[in-house]
């Protein structure tokens, strides 16, 4: 049988492979804490440079531990903070300088700063298209398929509301369940029933010329739309005879 002397090449590439990790192990050590991860994700964050595999001759990625690390910084700072990838890999690499850098806050970018948001929540930024994909795990045709059923859609410029995460998040958590996208334009139709309700209830504050009142029928919209939200989950629940915690 042919060996390969120790001091040879084959050692050598072991050596340097040893502790790292395939693209599958990575997906499994993510999953318990982002359950909605998948291989086309990590490899998009690669591509947008947030995390930088090792290759093997053949191509294949391997990943180091620093490498998970990064990519459960990464994924933690889109979930909790929405914050765009672009600012997310600034302030990792700024991190990872040794320079103490605090938190960005959640913003647009306009020539090349950022700029704060009102303080109305992660609902008040944008996220491009990309970022959707990459947050939902999905690809090009499927965020189609949704946009034709009007789950999710862009702004004029091709954003998306910050919130087309967490509807993208539960249209796939639903889809575990067997739910196509088509199934749930029965739900799209009733919020947007739900919400012309409550337009139509805060229009006359809304063309009221004080801009005071004006600003009083925001605060109402909010408050319309949280009751109107509890009321559905209470129908829902009293329909299927359950009890969420």
Known sequence: MLQTPSGGAGHGTAATDAGLMSIGAVLNELRDEFPDITISKIRFLESEGLVEPRRTPAGYRKFSAHDVERLGRVLRMQRDHYLPLKVIREHLDAMERGEA???????????????????????????????????????????KEWESYGLVAAFPDGAYDAEAVTVASLVVQLGRFGIEPRHLRVMKAAADREAGLVDQVVAP?????????????????????????????????????????
């Not at 919209?221 to 009751?227: I, N, R, S």
Request: net charge positive.
């Open 101 to 143: 850098v605090p938190l960005p806050t959640l913003g647009r970018q306009r020539d090349g700063e950022p700029v704060p948001e009102p303080a109305e929540g992660p609902t008040a930024a944008r996220i491009g298209r990309d970022e959707l994909l990459a947050a939902a795990g999905i690809d090009e045709q499927e965020l």
């Open 205 to 245: 504050l809304k063309r009221h010329r004080n801009p005071q009142t004006r600003a009083h029928a925001e605060a109402r919209t909010k408050e319309l739309a949280g009751l109107a939200v509890k009321l559905h989950a209470a129908l829902v629940q009293t329909a299927l005879g359950v009890r969420l915690p």
